[in-house]
């Protein structure tokens, strides 16, 4: 059974940085796909960005290219997205997700049947 576990989230002001961490867990596939997602109070879910765990391919919603920067380490089972220039409008709930035996990511939630707790991030001064 997948297991993800997200942490990292926090309160931080406008222009600070967060490293959120999405622990992967219960099963041996070699290949799997991660993604991103938040959602803010009163909002629908928004895919922010994903990987391929494989070949290490990346994606990031337009709004967030050059401010996030999501990574893996294989090693650890581990995927992390690194939040740089935060802004109050970047406070949600942030979700990780993951589908095992697929090559490709996207940020289409609905391509993705394994969902984390989230992780709450907090944007204010």
């Known amino acids: 059974q997948v297991q993800l576990v997200e942490s990292g989230g926090g309160l931080v002001q406008p222009g600070g940085s967060l490293r959120l961490s999405c622990a992967v867990s219960?099963?041996?596939?070699?290949?799997?796909?991660i993604g991103w997602f938040r959602q803010a109070p009163g909002q629908e879910r928004e895919g922010v960005s994903c990987i391929s765990i494989r070949d290490g391919y990346t994606y990031y919603h337009d709004s967030m290219m050059g401010r996030f920067t999501i990574s893996r380490d294989n090693g650890e089972n581990t995927v992390y997205l690194q939040m740089v220039s935060l802004k109050p409008e970047d406070t949600a709930i942030y979700y990780c997700?993951?589908?095992?035996?697929?090559?490709?990511?996207?940020?289409?939630?609905?391509?993705?049947?394994?969902w984390g707790q989230g992780t709450q991030v907090t944007v204010a001064s």
């Open positions: 219960g099963f041996t596939f070699p290949y799997y796909v």
């Open positions: 997700a993951a589908q095992v035996g697929r090559r490709s990511c996207s940020i289409n939630g609905l391509d993705y049947d394994s």
